[in-house]
């Protein structure tokens, strides 16, 4: 079946650290990509993108590159600051209305 | 501030009450999404609305009850909950079709606590 497979953490990481979030998923056909972020206290909310193979997504620092052959949207930063402290998930959408989410990775970025 | 409007932010109740959470989205989505959150485990769709029809049902007990008046208004009716149902439950919608990304926009979600 369908399933997305990230850490769970938390990933703790001093201020101006690089980040990786790994990502891989099962899917069948070819789904779009999408990085949602959850900020303490609130709701999910769109980090960034890729719809096609190849495809780099990016936003406030952060990029991922959709890879087809490894079936992986790994999330990286160059440089974490402590306001990017947040669950992030990766998931794919495989349909209408037909998103994979997982449980989420925590990051917790110290001054 | 995302567009969804989610109430109450908390509620607490006891295994024989009855009672709602409503959402509201100012966006013009054509589908409107139930998701619930609980520690360590998957975020997990509960139902889909597209234009007040009902399009996905995730085997959820029927101790939850969904209501769409509208595109605009997603209500879930909670009643003999148990303490296994204490979670976050967020609210969701996204444009779907030709003319929309698919892209969630939730709401910050109600905190409930099963007594």
């Known amino acids: 079946g369908n399933s997305v497979t990230q850490m769970e953490g938390p990933v703790t990481l001093s201020e101006e650290a690089f980040l990786t979030i790994n990502c891989t998923y099962t899917?069948?056909?070819?789904?779009?990509l999408f990085w949602y972020v959850q900020y303490p206290g609130e709701g999910l909310q769109l980090l960034l993108k890729?719809?096609?193979?190849?495809d780099k997504g990016s936003n406030k620092g952060f990029e991922a590159t959709y890879r087809k052959e490894t079936t992986s949207f790994h999330l990286e930063k160059g440089s974490v600051q402590v306001s990017d402290s947040a669950v992030y998930f990766c998931a794919p959408r495989t349909g209408t209305y037909k998103y994979i989410f997982g449980t989420g990775t925590r990051l917790k970025v110290l001054a | 501030e995302t567009g969804v409007t989610q109430t109450p932010r908390h509620l607490v109740m006891g295994m024989t009450n009855k009672k709602s959470l409503k959402c509201e989205q100012h966006l013009g989505h054509n589908a409107m999404y139930w998701y619930k959150q609980s520690a360590k485990k998957p975020l997990e769709l509960m139902f889909v609305?597209?234009?007040?029809?009902?399009?996905e049902n995730n085997s959820v007990p029927s101790r939850f009850s969904p209501e769409c008046p509208n595109s605009s208004h997603l209500f879930l009716h909670l009643h003999t909950l148990q303490p296994e149902d204490s979670a976050l439950y967020l609210c969701a919608s996204s444009q779907e079709g030709t003319s929309g990304t698919g892209e969630l926009f939730f709401g910050e979600g109600s905190r409930l606590t099963v007594l």
């Open positions: 899917a069948t056909g070819y789904p779009s």
């Open positions: 890729a719809t096609k193979a190849d």
């Open positions: 609305y597209n234009f007040k029809e009902q399009t």
